[in-house]
């Protein structure tokens, strides 16, 4: 298995590991994390600079009887075994897509519907997933060899490649890069040709189409 | 920026023998023990963070439940007891503020990358990248103290520290990589530049 060579940036690893994202970005990053030991290392440090906060804050009172009560709920049945995570894919059995990082996996059969490929565009399938908030996220398929329409971004978006790959002018993404898009990014991207590309794409304002057929794609993409 | 002396290498080992034994024996004056060192720390922590009294105190109580029932999960070869307890105590305040549950790569996940060379680091050197670290967060410069402060005690992202400081998101990002330079290198049992 190769590593991924496109990683998100201390910025939004720093988030992770502060608790600052929104869900959809910290399935992302932790799906990334799943494929990405290096990652691993930045989010460890960051955590690692939360245990040093934390062991040398300044003790606070504790309320009289707080251990006593904590003590008399050690032997409480536990839903530990529940927490511990099981395998999920019945869910998502109809997708069709076979494994994904487990943090995704779990996302997505904690949906309120089942979720399913709609079609979007030539070349390319969709799965919804509800809004939280100003944050969107989608799961792609786009078909090997087809390009997606030209297009920016009105705010940040991270993409997770999942299976397969695409390329665009920035270069080739393979599986567990992560693409960043901004309004400054203008871009054309196309599945490699053998593979086709799966991936996991959260944005918080939607991408725009440009060029002569913007207005009506704008308005008829259901991405 | 706080002094960071408290935290002695002493006190990291004793910490950890504290959790194996509460994984090993369900010990509980271990436990007693570990919650009259811990729990008052989580609680300040929970504080500085913004919570109010009462639910630092419920999510005390609750963090250090769930260091009973997770003592077996911890590992002293990766990360010290009070970067694991920071770690518990992230979720189960994004769990109680947000209603959400904070999500984890999964190391049982088939797809799971392992690291290439695993290295369990000896409770002897994880004291000493601990203190390492404290001495790098202490002789952070103000303007990468500051950022850090923001995301750890103010509820901030990076982009939203960026919109607050008036900086270009660029300038945060390179005062971060700085930053997370410095504290890696700390980590890797070098003492900061």
């Known amino acids: 298995m190769t590593l991924p060579q496109l990683h998100p940036d201390d910025g939004y690893l720093l988030d992770y590991a502060t608790g600052n994202l929104s869900v959809p970005f910290a399935v992302l990053i932790a799906s990334h994390l799943t494929l990405c030991p290096a990652c691993r290392d930045t989010v460890k440090a960051f955590e690692g600079v939360g245990g040093a906060f934390l062991g040398s804050s300044e003790p ?9 009560a904590v003590m008399q709920r050690l032997d409480r049945k536990t839903a530990v075994a529940a927490a511990t995570p099981q395998p999920v894919t019945p869910a998502l059995n109809g997708l069709g897509v076979g494994r994904l990082p487990r943090p995704l ?51 940040n978006e991270l993409l997770l490649v999942l299976q397969g790959g695409y390329s665009d002018h920035t270069g080739n993404y393979d599986v567990g890069d992560v693409a960043y898009g901004d309004p400054a990014l203008v871009h054309k991207p196309r599945a490699d040709a053998d593979t086709g590309c799966l991936c996991f794409s959260v944005w918080d304002a939607p991408p725009l189409m440009v060029g002569p057929l913007a207005p009506i794609l704008n308005k008829i993409l259901p991405v | ?73 911890f590992d002293a070869g990766q990360a010290a007891v009070t970067t694991w307890v920071f770690t518990i105590a992230r979720n189960r305040r994004i769990d109680r503020l947000r209603r959400e549950r904070w999500i984890e790569a999964d190391p049982e996940d088939p797809l799971f990358v392992e690291t290439t060379v695993e290295s369990a680091e000896s409770d002897v050197e994880i004291a000493e990248q601990q203190s390492s670290l404290h001495k790098a967060i202490a002789e952070l410069p103000e303007e990468q103290a500051q950022l850090i ?38 980590l890797a049992g070098n003492d900061a530049p």
């Open chain 1, 60 to 68: 606070a009172e504790i309320a009289t009887g707080s251990l006593a």
């Open chain 1, 105 to 155: 996996e779990r996302f997505l059969s904690e949906m309120p519907k089942p979720p399913f490929w709609r079609r979007a565009y030539f070349g390319l399938r969709t799965v919804r997933i509800p809004n939280y908030g100003e944050c969107r996220s989608r799961l792609m398929r786009i078909a090997p060899g087809s390009a997606m329409p030209r297009h920016t971004h009105a705010g």
């Open chain 2, 1 to 73: 920026m706080q002094a960071l002396s408290r935290n002695d290498d002493h006190e990291g080992f004793r910490l950890a023998d504290l959790v194996r034994r509460i994984a090993a024996e369900s010990d509980r004056d271990a436990f007693a023990e570990l919650f009259g060192l811990l729990a008052p720390r989580v609680k300040a922590f929970l504080l500085r963070q913004g919570s109010d009294n009462g639910t630092a105190e419920e999510l005390t109580q609750d963090v250090m439940l769930a260091v009973w029932d997770r003592a077996a999960q």
């Open chain 2, 149 to 186: 402060f923001m995301a750890y005690f103010q509820d901030k992202a990076h982009s939203g520290i960026a919109v607050e400081r008036n900086l270009p998101l660029g300038t945060v990002k390179s005062r971060l990589r700085l930053a997370l330079s410095r504290l890696k290198k700390a």
